[in-house]
């Protein structure tokens, strides 16, 4: 096996790869990268690098495997677990028959990677968000807001800010709690708008339905939908905002 260390042929195919990736033939550039780590000596970043093809082609186990060999390599590389967690929050979800406890396993699975993300990494704010999220899916109401309250700092943007003040007060009035009345006016900021790729709204959307099938108090699971359709309307695309008005 080849070293990657100033490799002209190994350089040609990355090149090739990349060209194939913006041509939206992604199958084609993964097979590049599985030639390319059967030739060369593994490394980070091809590692990284095909375990997102894989995850966008629907490959989340060989995902997985790759960012578990990077970790081997990189164990304070904070992407590394912010991109495996997502990977296992992913393939759980294309799961939905899972039994309650199986559930319960996997989204620890998922939580301890996010946490070891913010640890390496506290400015990570995609990965504090993802962790306060996976706390409500757990029904953890007090870890969700523990988290929430610690990631303020590194939660620079208004969009993760909008975001932010969904889940905390999704979780806070889940818990029955008073709502922090700076995020709730947040949600009401119309200005801020969130396009289809600024977060995933399914596991939330499941997280509902749950709540509701296992007789959550209609007072309070009224007050989270209104929360969520509020969330929802800053959405420009259609098809989400139309989930909103569905409820």
Known sequence: MKETVDCPELVTLLQQAELLIDADRLPDALELY????ERYRPAIHLLQRRGWLRRLT????GAISDYDNAIALSPDDADLYCNRGACLAHRMSNLPELDRSTRVKCLAQVIDNYHAS????????SAWLAL??????????????????????????DQYRLVRAWLGCLAM????DAIDEEDEALMHDNRIKLQHTSWCVAE???LLDELGSDGCSNAMLVNALELHRLFLDHFIDKAIRRKATAE
């Open 34 to 37: 599985d030639q390319t780590l």
């Open 58 to 61: 629907g490959d989340l186990d």
């Open 118 to 125: 913010v640890e390496r990494d506290p400015g990570n704010a």
């Open 132 to 157: 306060v999220e996976a706390h409500l899916l757990q029904h953890d109401w007090d870890a969700a807001i523990a988290n929430y309250a610690l990631c303020r700092p590194y939660i620079n943007t």
């Open 173 to 176: 009035c889940l818990a029955g």
């Open 204 to 206: 939330i959307d499941s």
